[in-house]
T-cell receptor, first 114, second 112 residues
């Protein structure tokens, strides 16, 4: 158990809908990262937040947004969902800003868009 | 785009044998990490090797890093069925980028 929790574990929804994925980092970790894992794209970095502020941005679509709250939990919002958004979404955390740090991954949320 | 590329894509061995996976990357790095992922589960950190290190051990794991060739290898000795998983290398590039960049992974199957 990494100490990172993600909810929900599974999510089934329809195209055009909006969903919110939630992540609680390990106690004391200030950085939260979001990744998308699909069969064709592999593991793609989406975005990083550090202590409430966006720190780095990866291959995140404009339809997706995230935020980190004062209690350091984070939410990833996916809107106008498309079939291709079906994937595993992972959250990870690290103690500081990330440089040279191990990232601790949550169990993931499996999203299926029908 | 993915910085690291693992080779082979899939590897099947008998229990007790050694498994070697390779990772190549493109840009200079601060460090390289190896992660393991059991099917459909989250990634688990295995080992981190810094750019000024050449070899590192952790239990049955041995990692090497050759920065001149921009490559790393992960050796798992005396493999067990429980080692069956996907293994990913992740690089922490030098420069302004902070995020880890993961390779495409090697699927290891250890047969009992």
């Amino acid at each position: 158990d990494s100490g990172v929790t993600q909810t929900p574990k599974h999510l089934i929804t329809a195209t055009g809908q909006r969903v919110t994925l939630r992540c609680s980092p390990r106690s004391g970790d200030l950085s939260v990262y979001w990744y998308q894992q699909s069969l064709d794209q592999g593991l793609q970095f989406l975005i990083q937040y550090y202590n409430g502020e966006e720190r780095a941005k990866g291959n995140i679509l404009e339809r997706f947004s995230a935020q980190q709250f004062p209690d350091l939990h984070s939410e990833l919002n996916l809107s106008s969902l498309e079939l291709g958004d079906s994937a595993l979404y992972f959250c990870a955390s690290s103690p500081q800003q990330g440089r040279g740090e191990t990232q601790y991954f949550g169990p993931g949320t499996r999203l299926l868009v029908l | 785009s993915q910085q690291g590329e693992e080779d082979p894509q899939a590897l099947s061995i008998q229990e007790g044998e050694n498994a070697t996976m390779n990772c190549s990357y493109k840009t200079s790095i601060n460090n390289l990490q190896w992660y393991r992922q059991n099917s459909g589960r989250g990634l688990v950190h295995l080992i981190l090797i810094r750019s000024n290190e050449r070899e590192k051990h952790s239990g049955r794991l041995r990692v090497t890093l050759d920065t001149s060739k921009k490559s790393s290898s992960l050796l798992i000795t005396a493999s067990r069925a429980a080692d069956t998983a996907s293994y990913f290398c992740a690089t922490d590039p030098s420069g302004s980028a902070r995020q880890l960049t993961f390779g495409s992974g090697t699927q290891l199957t250890v047969l009992p």
